[in-house]
């Protein structure tokens, strides 16, 4: 066991800390005013191979590796959480294109996705199918040489900005219902999006609902074999969790520093708020809940990136991490009192954006049943 | 970074568990019902090479890492928290000081019959009047010629009465503060030593909790532990080491809870099935699990950095802090799980929340570990 980062996954974390902190950071608070996509971020990222992290190099990635990845993310959340889930959900497309898709699938979309000509959607959740994944209703009917999808899809990440959208369809009702995996690309003939979601946070990212009115999807880009789309989509989770956990820690470690700021500079009863151990508490309760879900998200990534079974790992740095994340949000803004409610200062969008980490890619309630399921079939470890 | 075990660190794994199932798990309930001190399986770890883990194999040890360490603790924890907490004292609050700032003679002398487990080590810091506030010591030790003498009185002094030899603390310069504050190595057997009755406990019964009574005790020069006026720095390391003991400890407990609420949870029937299929029991025993892999990993951290000769304040504190108050919440959710029978002494569960309270308390509460969290988080950021 050993805590010592590579010497690459430390140069890319230093990296894409200080990338954060010069160029993310500062526009922060006008993307989340705008709710503009912040089109100039993801341009960096791509240029610095952020958006590939998980892609061989042989197809134009970076193939840094989930560890690094998710070092970065970290980092990349901690300047502007909106980058950090286009960033996330990009690098998860990539990442699942190369480990199911064919060569040929390979050498269309992982380019682009690495180099940013365009981003990686992943579309799982309908209007009626949110936890409940396995309840979707958009069908795709084998028609000559083509799929024909029907159906819709909700809160939908890059959905407008992305090269390619994974879809996950229903392909047989009966005996037994079979989902699987296509890959969508937006100037399809009968691919609708609807307007952007206006959000609590994460305003800066691009959320949407698509629709598909007999859309016809070639053979050929069938993700997988057809009835393995659930599995598929649960694969590509337990990363995208793991991914979560870490843009979670990021916004909270950004929330932490400017309470742990505030706290020096502002004084009360003729002394600093840092000198109350009310105030040292809090910090100290937020520094320890980061450091933990910080370890959780990295064990996990480390057992994705060894090639082991890791959706328990996945799920309980998940549910630590964002649930932690949202704690030390939210005594940063306390910390702030009512500087803490007001724009003018950053952490009551850090406590807005990083409500939805509890939420997206499965709530804290499913990741807990999972949790649960799999110490009770496999026992503590 | 790499989150596997050593073929080292999971030998000792396998060796302490089996040990602590066979020979251990079965004395527990007698041994907190009578109170008796495990003399036997004192012995047998001894025999083990677990009373001095960390330390070189010259000076009587396993020459085995903190994390080696960390691991035993766990799983001796787990089956019987009094006894664990025997081993944690002699490795970490006896070994751990002489190793550091002891001289060759006190290692050959001293640290070599309590590291293989021959003597018995404790360690008097408390006083009563000194418990959190540690450097207000009212023991004196005064010079005379080549002699100390000491006059004071400690208490909730573990091992006291069956401790060869204690690391004890004294002021040798009032004046001078907790700056006046000396080490010494002294032999229990020393005329004007007194160990006074063993204290009845709420929880880790059969360890044994004294009052040491010093009365014109004299101590010989060359049983000073470093140098006048270096004893807070000397107790304020050795109780950095000693925390991560104490993690491990709560992180054994905590994983006994779990365990007896997972094999309960299984077999209980109520309203026509295993509650464990009910979600209010599956997020409990999602939530201890979550809990104690975070847990794990802070103490594991800490443990990494010491044997790297890295400062590991911080993280002691954060793995004591978290460990602890996990292990509290979790034992309570054992209690919880098993409803009616968590409150009999048939069941362990009510044991294990008795025992883990102490873990909050003991080796700086959980109060004391906020305080140093955020003094380091002030100074560092």
Known sequence: MTFLLSEEQAQIRDMVRSLARKEFAPNAAEIDEQGRYPEENMKLLAELGLLGMLIPASHGGSEAGPVAYNLALAEVARGCASTGVGMAATNMVGETIARFGTEEQKRRFLPALASGTGGGAFALTEPAAGSDAFGIATVAVPDGADYVLNGGKAFITNGTCASVTIVMAVTRKEPEKRISAFLVEPQTRGWFSGKPERKMGLKGSNTVSLSFDDCRIPKGNLLGKEGEGFRIAMNALDGGRVGIASQSVGIARAALDAAISFARERKQFGQPLSEFQAIQWMMADSATDLDAAELLALRAAYHQETGRPFTREASIAKVFATEAAYRACHRAVQIHGGYGYIREYPVERHLRDVKVTSIYEGTSEIQRVIIARDLLREGCR | ?381
């Open chain 2, 1 to 381: 970074m790499v989150f596997d075990l050593t073929e080292e660190q999971r030998m000792i794994q396998d060796m302490a568990r089996s040990f602590a199932q066979k020979e251990v798990l079965p004395k527990a309930a007698e041994l907190d019902e009578t109170g008796r001190f495990p003399e036997e399986l004192v012995r047998k770890m001894a025999d083990l090479g677990l009373m001095g883990v960390a330390v070189p194999e010259e000076y009587g040890g396993a020459g085995m890492d903190n994390i080696c360490y960390v691991i035993a603790m766990e799983e001796i924890a787990r089956a019987c928290a009094s006894t664990s907490v025997i081993l944690s004292v002699n490795n970490s609050l006896a070994c751990d000081p002489i190793l550091k700032f002891g001289s060759e003679e006190q290692r050959r002398g001293t640290l070599v019959p309590l590291a293989s487990g021959k003597h018995l080590g404790c360690f008097g810091l408390t006083e009563p009047g000194a418990g959190s506030d540690a450097g207000s010591q009212k023991t004196t030790a005064i010079r005379n010629g080549s002699r100390y003498i000491v006059n004071g009185t400690k208490n909730f002094i573990t091992n006291a009465p069956h401790a060869d030899t204690c690391i004890l603390f004294a002021m040798t310069d009032k004046e001078k503060g907790h700056k006046g504050i000396t080490a010494f190595i002294l032999d229990m057997k020393a005329k004007g030593v007194t160990v006074g009755k063993n204290e009845k406990k709420l929880g880790i019964s059969a360890s044994a909790t004294a009052s040491i009574i010093l009365e014109d005790v004299e101590i010989p020069e060359e049983n000073r532990l470093a140098n006048e006026g270096d004893g807070f720095k000397v107790a304020m390391h050795t109780l950095d080491g000693g925390r991560i003991g104490i993690a491990a400890q709560a992180i054994g407990i905590a994983r006994a809870s779990l365990e007896g609420a997972l094999a309960y949870a299984k077999e209980r029937k109520q309203f026509g099935q295993p509650i464990a299929n009910f979600q209010a029991i599956q997020w409990m025993l999602a939530d201890m699990a979550t809990e104690i892999d975070a847990s794990r990993l802070l103490a594991y951290r800490a443990a990494w950095l010491k044997d790297r000769n890295a400062r590991h304040s911080k993280e002691s504190s954060m793995a004591k802090l978290y460990a602890s108050e996990t292990a509290m919440r979790a034992s309570v959710k054992g209690i919880q799980i098993h409803g009616g029978y968590g409150y009999i002494k048939e069941y362990p569960a009510e044991r294990h929340f008795r025992d883990a309270k102490i873990t909050e308390i003991y080796e700086g509460t959980s109060e004391i570990q906020r305080l140093v969290i955020s003094a380091a988080l002030l100074k560092d950021g």
